[in-house]
């Protein structure tokens, strides 16, 4: 699957953002999805994760409460819908897909930049102050 990642920009702290992840290849509802970021000067960090079957959705504590990870599988899409955003959250944006059965869901593996076989090309998000 190949993916593609959009919907970034600038924007002032407190705005919203809704990143876009579209997939090629008819295999995309039985892939689970992630979305990773990294800032300058950082390592590449997990942001949120989505199973396929849209049962599951995890976070990290910094975007708890603030960003909500969803899926479209008619469309090929996942979506990252950011609100409340913070200067911190400054960062180039990735979306990621883990094959059925990886193991993607065991010892929160979908933390995990290793877990995901397939990555999209990432969206910078800015946040001014």
């Known amino acids: 699957v190949q993916l593609q990642a959009s919907g970034g920009g600038l924007v002032q702290a407190g705005g919203s953002l809704r990143l876009s992840c579209a997939a090629s290849?008819?295999?995309?509802?039985?892939?689970?999805m992630g979305w990773f970021r990294q800032a300058p000067g950082k390592e590449r960090e997990f942001v949120a994760a989505?199973?396929?079957?849209?049962?599951?959705?995890y976070y990290a504590d910094s975007v708890k409460g603030r960003f909500t990870i969803s899926r479209d599988n008619t469309k090929n899409t996942v979506y990252l819908q950011m609100n409340n955003l913070k200067p911190e959250d400054t960062a180039v944006y990735y979306c990621?897909?883990?094959?059925?059965?990886?193991?993607?869901?065991?010892?929160?593996?979908?933390?995990?930049?290793?877990?995901?076989?397939?990555w999209g090309q990432g969206t910078q998000v800015t946040v001014s102050s």
């Open positions: 290849g008819r295999t995309f509802s039985s892939y689970d």
């Open positions: 990621a897909g883990s094959r059925p059965q990886s193991g993607w869901n065991i010892n929160a593996n979908y933390r995990l930049q290793g877990s995901y076989g397939y």
């Open positions: 989505i199973s396929w079957n849209f049962a599951l959705t």
